[in-house]
């Protein structure tokens, strides 16, 4: 139902965008975000968006690099990535919340799509 895809492989202070369609019928309704699982550490959340897109939440970390958004005529978010780092490589995720958001709880994660940034 969630579809996750864009990752690849950049040089540090390079950019990517993450895509991910949701297949079902819900995508109005609830919130988004993207979580990312680093090697040998456990899924963490990175950013999300309320069903209105007007409303989202970072972490510290990509506060000023990432921007999620939301496109709704094709069912998509998207996690922009600016001046990505080294320690941004992981697994990325979507993943749709059981609400509207910012903070509703999330209940459903789409496959992985691999972010790779080099030094």
């Known amino acids: 139902q969630l579809q996750a895809y864009g990752g690849g492989l950049v040089q540090a202070g390079g950019s990517l965008r993450l895509s991910c369609s949701e297949s079902?019928?819900?995508?109005?309704?609830?919130?988004m975000g993207w979580f990312r699982q680093a090697p040998g550490k456990e899924r963490s959340f990175v950013a999300a968006v309320d069903s209105s897109g007007r409303s989202t939440r970072y972490i510290d970390s990509v506060k000023g690099r990432f921007t999620i958004s939301r496109e709704y005529n094709k069912n998509t978010v998207y996690l922009q990535m600016n001046s990505l780092k080294p320690e941004d490589t992981a697994v990325y995720y979507c993943a749709q919340m059981d609400g509207s958001g910012p903070n509703s709880p999330f209940k459903f994660w789409g496959q992985g799509t691999q972010v790779t940034v080099s030094s």
């Open positions: 079902g019928r819900t995508f109005w309704i609830n919130g």
